[in-house]
Each structure stands twice: as C-alpha cells, then as structure tokens.
T-cell receptor, first 114, second 110 residues
Framework: NAGVTQTPKFQVLKTGQSMTLQCAQDMNHEYMSWYRQDPGMGLRLIHY???????DQGEVPNGYNVSRSTTEDFPLRLLSAAPSQTSVYFCASSRLGGDHYGYTFGSGTRLTVV | DQQVKQNSPSLSVQEGRISILNCDYT??????FLWYKKYPAEGPTFLISISSIKDKNEDGRFTVFLNKSAKHLSLHIVPSQPGDSAVYFC?????????FGAGTTVTVRA
C-alpha cells in the first residue's frame, strides 16, 4: 500500500521554465489537494479536487494549473516558474465524508526556482 | 489572512513532562479540528482530531481540548518523549478544505 506518491522529490528550475509535479494515490480517495509550505506560513492550499473532472482553486492558486482525469492522479503544473514559487509542495488525499482523520500526505517535492 | 494561528513558533520541554500546544482560529464555520506532526523531509502525519461539537478527545498520550466560545484549541502530550520532537501543525476543516497554522517546533530534552 503506497499511499500518496509524489515525484520528483527535488527539482531545480530556471525562471520561466515549466514543469509538472506528479501526485498519485492508490486508496481510491475522492478528494485530492496540493499545498505549499513556506517558512512561518504553515501549509497553504493551492488547488483541490473532489473527484475526476472536478477541480477548484484554493488560497494561493496563481501560477499553478491542475487537472483530474482519473481518481488516482492529480498533477500540478507550473507554466512559467518564478522565484516566488520556491517552496516545498505536498499532495494530500482523503475520502469524502466519514471521520476526518483520512487526510494522507505525500512526502513532498522541494522545488527551487533560480 | 490566516484563519488558523499558532502563536508559539517553538516549545522546549523536558522528557516526561507535559507539552501544551495552543491554536486559535477565526472561522466559526470550521467543523473539525486536527493536529498533524511533521518530521524533516517527510509529509505531515495525522495525530488526533476533534469534532466542533465536542470539547475533548483523548488518544493515548495525546489529548485535544476545544473551547468554541474562545475559538481556541490545545494539544496536550503527556508524558513527552524524545520521539515527540517534531513540528506540530494545527489544522481546521471547512467544506473538506484544510487550513493550517504556521506550526510549533517541539523539542523534548533528555
């Protein structure tokens, strides 16, 4: 049982480059989300999805795109990277409904934009 | 504007003593509150939660208290152990979206 798998673990980009952070879960969770963690800010919600074909913006969506074509995958796209996007990114998934202890996080992607 | 606030960035406690972590929130629509623990280079892991209709939830060494009138919750760890040294995040749920506090780094001294 792999849980939530994020790739890559580390990435360095030049300003203006594009890339996709991958997130996959094998728990058949309906809900998936992306967070970024910055010093002194906690984790902030970027985008989320409550099921295949449904996505919505979180607290800090600018500069990021997402899609949800399958239940398992929820990639995060940076179309034109900026130094302000240097951060640690976490993907999380959960069942919808039931007890609220089901949020499972991936191990993170550390992104540096130079 | 952060809806969940942890005003103490760090806490140092002696092994065997109680650790008390505090959290305040502003959104009265939150229906669940959670505490997550995070080690370096790992994702947050769930620790304990409490429904907004309860005032206490206990799980082994961990107890969470909720004071809705004050919009305040706290996490008690008794007794504190060296393995408890980590960053602790308070989080709250509204419409399946988690809002996090900035975190408190706990160091347990031998």
């Amino acid at each position: 049982n792999a849980g939530v798998t994020q790739t890559p673990k580390f990435q360095v980009l030049k300003t203006g480059q594009s890339m996709t952070l991958q997130c996959a879960q094998d728990m058949n969770h309906e809900y998936m989300s992306w967070y970024r963690q910055d010093p002194g800010m906690g984790l902030r919600l970027i985008h989320y999805s409550v099921g295949a074909g449904i996505t919505d913006q979180g607290e800090v969506p600018n500069g990021y795109n997402v899609s949800r074509s399958t239940t398992e995958d929820f990639p995060l796209r940076l179309l034109s990277a900026a130094p302000s996007q240097t951060s640690v990114y976490f993907c999380a998934s959960s069942r919808l409904g039931g007890d609220h202890y089901g949020y499972t996080f991936g191990s993170g992607t550390r992104l540096t934009v130079v | 504007d952060q809806q969940v606030k942890q005003n103490s960035p760090s806490l140092s406690v002696q092994e065997g003593r109680i650790s008390i972590l505090n959290c305040d929130y502003t959104n009265s629509m939150f229906d669940y509150f959670l505490w997550y623990k995070k080690y370096p280079a790992e994702g947050p892991t769930f620790l304990i939660s409490i429904s907004s209709i309860k005032d206490k939830n206990e799980d082994g060494r961990f107890t969470v208290f909720l004071n809705k009138s004050a919009k305040h919750l706290s996490l008690h760890i008794v007794p504190s152990q060296p393995g408890d040294s980590a960053v602790y995040f308070c989080a709250a749920i509204n419409d399946y979206k988690l809002s996090f506090g900035a975190g408190t780094t706990v160091t347990v001294r031998a």
